[in-house]
């Protein structure tokens, strides 16, 4: 699976702290020890208003290529913060997002498409998010012809079924993995990802939940997530989850994990074992 490092969002206090005044290297901080950590991909979300938005993005971006060679995911739902920070990436971003909400479709997808960017797509459209299966299959299914129509191959295209908390709705998992496995089934070349910790918002021992959730995502399909990279609990539990789907050619990975002692206290109660 592949990762994209969730931690350089504005809706968290200490990021939005550090955008407002400029920390450049607090927020270079953040973003080399998820490079270290092994992120295919940073978020990178300004979380600010509309009008500060494109100064914010372009500095985040400027500020983060200066540490590290990790491609951006950019994180807005704002056409013209995209346009400002587009011109100024290093390497191809993931544009991060468009939906079936008429108005972003016609302003991201063309700068998608000049910029050759694979796009995130959300299964919401101007009505909302639909609660059920059905309901989000259809949004998925008009955004594709859209992408299609714009001359992305599927495989530029990242899936998202949208995760929701929860706390608020106890069904939000269950919704989320059921569209994960229909998308798969239509959509067989098309990426499959999600903003994996809204699913335990506001619940306690979060990565648990994330955990549990992650597992049964990536039998459903996912095959690119927006994590914390940092959270060595959940790399473990991804570690040995490929490897039980079978997607650990000869457990190479999760027993370089192990030697390297990135399996947490279960790689001492391993050699406990061996004695
Ligand atoms: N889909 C897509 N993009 C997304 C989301 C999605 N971008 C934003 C969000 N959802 C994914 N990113 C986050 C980032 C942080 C948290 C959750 C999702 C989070 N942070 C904790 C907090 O702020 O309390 C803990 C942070 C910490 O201290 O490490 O929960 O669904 N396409």
Redesign the pocket.
Known sequence: MKIIG??I?G??SRVKKAVAERDAAWIQDLARRQAQAGADWL?V?AGTPPDREPDDLAWLVQTVQEVTDVPLCL?SANAHALAAALPRVQRPPLI??ISGEQQRLQDTLPLARAHGCPV?A?ALDDRGIPGDVAGRLAVVRRVVEQTRQAGLADDQVYV?P??MALATNTASGQVALDTMRAICAEFPAAHL???L??VS?GLPA?SLINQAFLALALAAGLDTA?I?PLDQDLRAMLLAAELVLGRDRHCRSYIRAYRAGRLGRHSQAGQNDQK
Do not use: A, P, W
Request: proline fraction near 0%; avoid cysteine; aromatic fraction near 4%.
């Open positions: 969730e931690k969002n809706t968290r978020d979300n994180d991060n997002s995130i959300l998202d949208l995760v990802t999600s903003g910790s809204n918002f979060r927006i914390d």
